[in-house]
């Protein structure tokens, strides 16, 4: 399985899963290629809107740290 595969899947895992664990983004965040990152944020940020308990991961995650320091 390829780098961009395995993304894939994890990326997919978190979209289906109703409380994805850190640890897999952790690894997704550790894999990922700058042209991963739009559809990586648009997963979390789907989260973030329909699981109210999904934000603090996210935003303690590097893509959260990421998306804060853009501002």
């Given at each position: 399985m390829s780098r961009g595969e395995i993304v894939n899947l994890l990326v997919q895992k978190i979209a289906s899963d109703r409380n994805p664990s850190v640890t897999?983004?952790?690894?997704?965040?550790?894999?990922?290629?700058?042209?991963d990152v739009p559809a990586y944020v648009g997963v979390l940020m789907d989260k973030v809107k329909t699981t109210s308990?999904?934000?603090?991961?996210?935003?303690?995650?590097?893509?959260?740290?990421?998306?804060r320091d853009a501002d």
């Open positions: 897999m983004m952790s690894i997704i965040e550790e894999l990922l290629a700058p042209d308990t999904f934000a603090v991961p996210v935003l303690n995650s590097r893509a959260g740290r990421h998306l």
